[in-house]
């Protein structure tokens, strides 16, 4: 029996729910395999990233269970203190 799929309609647009999730291991050389509509920080603290264009942003203080809606090409160690971070595409 096939599953009911209620989001089916919204696509995979920036606005519509993830349809695939991934843990990210914070890396200041490589990019993630897949730029990302948000991430879900499982452990609070500092997120760096590198946005879709490139830019550096440090996001401080952000509280466990957070979801950022942001689109990273990477998520750095140096400055990243945050954990347990998933990639939602």
């Known amino acids: 029996m096939p599953i009911l799929d209620?989001?089916?309609h919204q696509g995979p647009g920036p606005d519509g729910p993830a349809v695939r999730c991934f843990a990210i291991t914070p890396d200041d050389d490589d990019d993630l395999p897949e730029l990302v509509?948000?991430?879900y920080v499982g452990g609070g603290g500092a997120v760096s990233i590198h946005d879709a264009e490139?830019?550096?942003t440090v996001f401080s203080g952000v509280p466990s269970?957070?979801?950022l809606p942001v689109?990273?090409?990477r998520v750095r160690a140096t400055d990243t203190t945050a954990t347990a971070l998933v990639g939602l595409v």
Request: glycine share 26%; charged share 25%.
């Open 37 to 39: 509509r948000g991430l």
């Open 6 to 8: 209620r989001f089916a």
């Open 65 to 67: 269970g957070t979801v």
């Open 71 to 73: 689109r990273a090409r």
């Open 54 to 56: 490139g830019g550096t």
